[in-house]
């Protein structure tokens, strides 16, 4: 197997917003993505164009450089 023959295949934006859902079903208004899960431009576009907001940034201390949804 090469590298090159790999594709990377991105999260949809039905898991997103499933995952959104569930966060605002326990009162949450922040939703993250871990840096090694790939989010098309596209979907990140498609959540922006909804109202979201979407930046890289840290979680905690811990979950750093992952892609943050607020609403």
């Not at 939703?31 to 909804?50: G, M, W």
């Not at 979201?52 to 940034?57: H, N, R, S």
């Not at 979680?59 to 609403?71: A, F, K, R």
């Amino acid at each position: 197997m090469k590298a090159k023959e790999l594709n990377k295949k991105s999260i949809s934006v039905e898991v997103i917003y499933k995952d959104i859902q569930n966060q605002e079903d326990n009162n949450c208004f922040k939703h993250y993505i871990p840096h090694f899960v790939f989010v098309s431009d596209k979907t990140k576009l498609e959540l922006i164009e909804n109202g979201f907001k979407v930046y890289i940034g840290d979680w905690d201390g811990i979950i750093t450089n992952c892609i943050i949804i607020e609403w």
